[in-house]
């Protein structure tokens, strides 16, 4: 997100039901009602771009995505509706490892994650002037759908002050510094200028011992595959192997792509 948003949040309210797949249904639900508008929103404000119903959208403006290795996601993300809608909004998407997302995503670098999860079960209404006022608007509007949510009077409570006290806690557990520590040591921008990748860094996330010869040719191909990047917008894998490094191999020492 960026500063002064004025976009809506998101909260979704999920009862489950025998025959659907929960995770397929609710990954569906966020693609379409909350990742999709963004890059549109993004390219309006900042490109003064309005995208025209059915008009592809020029390579320029491409945007990427990433996300783990949930099969849900891979699922959404590989249908052919899917990459018809996404190849017409110049969308790239990549996919983390699911082994590698808690070295290569940032936000899971960071102690984030911890903060929030200690902050929730001590941060309450009680204890927060601030979200008194918030608290009363989510009660008459959960009152005023009553019919629809169903919910149990203690269930309610808890839900209300925890979606009252939120703000307050993300504001705490995901200030600037600790998100941008996560980018830091996942080597996605460097600790001192803070706007360029740090190769170190990269190379520190790896698994496996990285021989001297592999960082050479990091070294040595880090100019073709910029001016590719740039030109292309993406590096394919068949580019990387083009130029000679070797592919990521399973726990049965097989190729994966």
């Not at 009152?143 to 919910?151: T, Y």
């Not at 504001?171 to 990748?197: L, R, Y």
Request: charged fraction near 30%; aromatic fraction near 8%.
């Amino acid at each position: 997100m960026t500063a002064n948003e004025d976009c809506k949040g998101y909260v979704l309210f999920w009862r489950s039901h025998p025959t659907w797949n929960m995770d397929l249904e609710r990954f569906c639900i966020y693609r379409n009602t909350v990742f999709l508008p963004y890059p549109e929103r993004v390219r309006r404000i900042k490109n003064k771009y309005k995208m025209e119903k059915g008009k592809p959208v020029p390579k320029e403006l491409s945007a990427v995505s990433w996300f783990d290795g949930d099969n849900s996601q891979v699922k959404i993300i590989t249908s052919e509706e899917q990459c018809g809608i996404e190849k017409l909004l110049a969308l790239i998407k990549n996919k983390h490892s699911a082994a590698r997302t808690g070295t290569e995503q940032p936000v899971e670098v960071t102690i984030a994650f911890c903060v929030l999860k200690y902050l929730t079960r001590v941060v309450t209404v009680s204890n927060t002037p601030s979200a008194h006022g918030l608290y009363r608007d989510l009660d008459a509007a959960f009152k005023k759908h009553e019919n629809v949510l169903k919910s149990k009077t203690r269930k309610r409570s808890v839900l209300l002050d925890f979606l009252a006290t939120l703000p307050t806690i993300v504001s705490a557990a995901c200030g600037p510094e600790t998100i941008h520590q996560g980018f830091v040591e996942a080597g996605m921008v460097d600790e001192k200028a803070k706007n360029c990748p740090d190769f170190e860094n990269i190379v520190a996330t790896c698994h496996q011992t990285v021989i001297t010869d592999e960082l050479r040719l990091c070294h040595e191909s880090f100019g073709p595959l910029l001016k590719y990047q740039l030109e292309h917008g993406h590096v394919p894998d068949n580019i990387y192997k083009q130029l000679g490094f070797r592919r990521d191999r399973n726990e049965k020492d097989e190729e994966v792509r």
